[in-house]
């Protein structure tokens, strides 16, 4: 039996299902944390499941909430890992502007919960723990970011994992504990969730090829995001946690890219070339051959706040993890729209 335990928060969504993934893949002993929901959402983690009763098993699932720290404490006494990925959170920005307690709750304080339950448990030496820190936390400060940039939140979302941000750090000089932050810049995959922007576009190419949807209502297109893909980053959370002395560190791909040349890049993918007609929220996107009006601006989509130009500099995890992304931009556009338009050809809603 292998020594490395991992414990997920999160291990039903984008991050927590490529990490799983790669963990098992290294010989680990997996635990994940899922939420009870009225209807499945285990889907990304399905193809790793093992009947327990059938197999010798590596991967194990268990109910749990970050706002419910008896079960966290529970969760860790039962499962002792040897890390802690905490992934869990409400993720969305816009939609923390609408919960803002929640995010507050789940995000801010979740990470708390954690935190103790370890030191309750008197594992501080034992366990290595991950917070799932993030760009959000730059909010409009000049590009490049990096590990000294100072942060400015723009969001609930954002104000809530400065508190985890720094409650790691706090945890990390008050008791000695292994505990690191990545401050990933924005990563995707054909597994994102589907209100994020970048998955929005690619289904919405994708449905407008088989003739299931006219038109992609969108917010700010003039907005700025360093996107990389989600299998790079975990490799990167991974490697956070191997490094013998716990710091905090930037991941991201250097390059900066817009909301409409993603919208752009995607369409090309299909083989359809975009031009932009109008301004601001009468803005539109139409398709050069048929003249076909396809993309709208829907000012329900903007942010009361928002974050205008995301750009990380990754030098510190290149020089002392030697990490680097490897998917380009392009392809990780291509990746996705293929996969979204496989699924639609197929008739998977
Ligand atoms: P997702 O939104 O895809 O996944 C979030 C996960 O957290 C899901 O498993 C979700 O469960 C779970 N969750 C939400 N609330 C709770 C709660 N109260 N208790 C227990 N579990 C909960 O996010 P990503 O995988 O994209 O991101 C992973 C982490 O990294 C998040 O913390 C995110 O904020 C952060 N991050 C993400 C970046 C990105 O670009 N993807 C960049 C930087 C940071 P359910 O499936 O039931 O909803
Ligand atoms: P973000 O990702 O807020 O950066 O947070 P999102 O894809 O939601 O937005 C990126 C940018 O696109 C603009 N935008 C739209 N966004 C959405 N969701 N829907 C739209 O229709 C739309 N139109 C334009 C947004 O205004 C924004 O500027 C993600 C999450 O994964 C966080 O959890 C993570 O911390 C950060 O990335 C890094």
Do not use: C
């Not at 893909?229 to 991974?238: L, Q």
């Amino acid at each position: 039996m292998t020594d490395k335990i991992a414990l997920i928060t999160g291990i039903t969504g984008q991050d927590g299902a490529y990490l799983a993934e790669l963990l098992l893949k290294k010989g680990y002993v997996v635990h994940g944390v899922k939420r009870r929901s009225s209807s499945l959402n285990t889907q990304r983690v399905d193809h790793l499941y093992v009947d327990p009763h059938e197999h010798a098993t590596r991967f194990f699932m268990h109910y749990g909430d970050m706002t419910d720290a008896t079960n966290l404490i529970r969760l860790m006494q039962e499962t002792q890992p040897t890390e802690i990925y905490n992934l869990a959170a409400q993720s969305h920005v816009q939609v923390s502007f609408e919960t803002p307690e929640y995010t507050a709750n789940s995000d801010a304080l979740g990470t708390l919960r954690l935190l103790e339950a370890i030191r309750i448990l008197r594992m501080e030496r034992k366990v290595r723990f991950y917070q799932a820190s993030t760009s959000e936390l730059y909010g409009n400060a000049p590009a490049p970011q990096n590990e000294r940039t100072p942060f400015q939140p723009r969001s609930p979302y954002a104000a809530a994992k400065l508190y985890a941000y720094w409650i790691t750090v706090n945890y990390r000089e008050a008791y000695g504990m292994h505990a690191s932050n990545g401050i990933l810049f924005n990563h995707e995959s054909p597994i994102r969730g589907e209100t994020f922007v970048t998955r929005k576009i690619s289904r919405a190419v994708a449905a407008i090829e088989v003739g299931q949807q006219e038109t992609l209502f969108i917010g700010n297109i003039n907005a700025r995001r360093d996107w990389g893909h989600a299998r790079d980053y975990v490799e990167g959370m991974w490697t956070i946690l191997q490094q013998d002395k716990p710091d905090d560190y930037v991941l991201a791909t250097g390059e900066t890219h817009t909301v409409r040349e993603f919208i752009e890049r995607a369409f090309a993918v299909v083989g359809r070339a975009i031009r932009w007609w109008g301004e601001g929220v009468d803005e539109v996107g139409f398709d050069v051959k048929t003249g076909k009006e396809l993309i709208k601006i829907d000012p329900g989509y903007f942010r009361p706040t928002e974050v205008d130009v995301l750009l990380g500099d990754p030098s510190k995890a290149r020089n002392v993890l030697g990490w680097s992304h490897k998917v380009a931009f392009g392809d990780l556009v291509t990746e996705m729209v293929m996969e979204d338009l496989a699924a639609a050809r197929a008739g998977k809603p």
